[in-house]
């Protein structure tokens, strides 16, 4: 059987399989830049099993199935998206918000929106213009306003239905590794056949986009509009539509220098 145990904020995740192909894969996409943990004791948050049954390759999260494949590569989108489920419910002092997050020049760039807004892709042409990964998916941002790292691997489309899992080297990206103040939170709506239409926008009107695009219940989670509050203060706001992400990415970098 091989293992490896790791955690991420205040999650902690085993991962086992029989099959040494499956380890590899897990390896190279659970978290890739994060330790793993050695010699770890007692139950996990969350447990990760791939077997080999019969032609297939099962995912099991706590010993409940959750998708099914040939090859393990396949099994990484539905792998990545249940250790979201783990882990963002599990934060404590610091609150999610679903929003792509790159680091320019020692600040942070927010592009909020829900899943399948298209985040992913405008990421990675950012990333290919020399920007810093934080996430594809979700901003983590601790009761100082500063954004963390959670660095999953991007999931992408290029073009196809399903998607694919995809590290930030490959588009030759570093990988954030300390909390950083905002400097910039773009809220932009993906219209194909639309021309980039981007204005400035109120700061209490980006607080309201973070409240809208976390997946915390506002009852169950005190403090998180300061929260929000504290990450806007120091953060240049706009709001509008966009085209395609390489067209996008390129206006972005124009903005962002200015």
Request: aromatic share 6%; proline share 6%; hydrophobic share 45%.
């Amino acid at each position: 059987m091989y293992h490896f145990d790791l955690r991420v904020f205040n999650c902690s995740i085993r991962v086992e399989t029989d099959c040494i192909e499956a380890h590899a894969v897990l390896q190279r996409y659970i978290f890739p830049s994060l330790p793993r943990v050695a010699n770890a004791v007692g139950k996990p948050d969350i447990s990760i099993r791939v077997i080999q049954v019969a032609d297939q390759l099962q995912l099991l999260a706590d010993d409940v199935v959750v998708a099914s494949a040939r090859e393990a590569i396949q099994l990484v989108p539905d792998l990545i998206r249940t250790l979201d489920d783990a882990v963002v419910p599990r934060l404590t002092t610091a609150r999610a918000v679903h929003a792509g997050a790159v680091l320019w020049r020692e600040r942070a760039l927010l592009l909020p929106g829900s899943t399948h807004a298209g985040k992913s892709s405008l990421v990675t042409e950012l990333l290919r213009r020399g920007a810093t990964y934080l996430s594809d998916e979700y901003a983590v941002i601790d009761s100082e306003g500063l954004v963390h790292p959670y660095p999953r691997v991007l999931l992408v489309r290029n073009g196809r239905p399903e998607q694919v899992p995809m590290l930030p080297a490959e588009c030759n990206a570093a990988v954030g590794e300390a909390p950083s103040p905002v400097g910039w939170i773009l809220s932009l709506q993906y219209l194909p056949e639309s021309a980039w239409n981007v204005k400035a926008a109120a700061q209490s009107e980006a607080l309201l986009i973070l409240l809208r695009n976390t997946p915390h219940i506002m009852a169950e989670s005190p403090g998180m509009v300061q929260v929000f509050e504290r990450a806007v203060r120091g953060a240049t706001c706009y709001v509008g539509h966009r085209s395609e992400a390489t067209d996008a990415a390129d206006h972005i970098m124009r903005l962002i220098n200015s």
